[in-house]
């Protein structure tokens, strides 16, 4: 059974696009905001980065390690293309969050540029 966390984490994760950042409220715009701050934060941890490196070049080992072409060593190699996939899928999502922080940045630096508060 699906755990009650999961389900709220699902139903409240953050769906930003490009059309939907100058019509979100100002609440939306800091948890985008928050998120890509934390997503930022992330990717400029050394730690982090050297274990996303390390899981890759594990991956590439055990590519390189597959010598034959059975059914069940081709079957190995989707499955490790699949990983290394996976994790470029998870670097490219902290990337997307930190570009839409930056978007939404700039859109209010914009805006309180063309509105000063009086």
Known sequence: MIDQTVI???NAR???DLNNIKTMT???QDRVITI????DNLMKNRDFAMFVHQFKFEVCDALT?????TAEDNALRVS???????I?????TLKRAVYFKQ???SIRETQSQVSPNP
């Open 103 to 105: 978007r939404v940045v």
């Open 80 to 86: 490790l293309a699949n990983q290394l996939a996976g």
């Open 14 to 16: 953050q769906t930003v």
């Open 88 to 92: 470029d899928g998870f670097v490219s």
């Open 26 to 28: 100002p609440g939306e």
């Open 8 to 10: 709220d984490a699902f």
């Open 65 to 69: 390690e597959i010598k034959t072409h």
């Open 36 to 39: 890509g701050q934390a997503a």
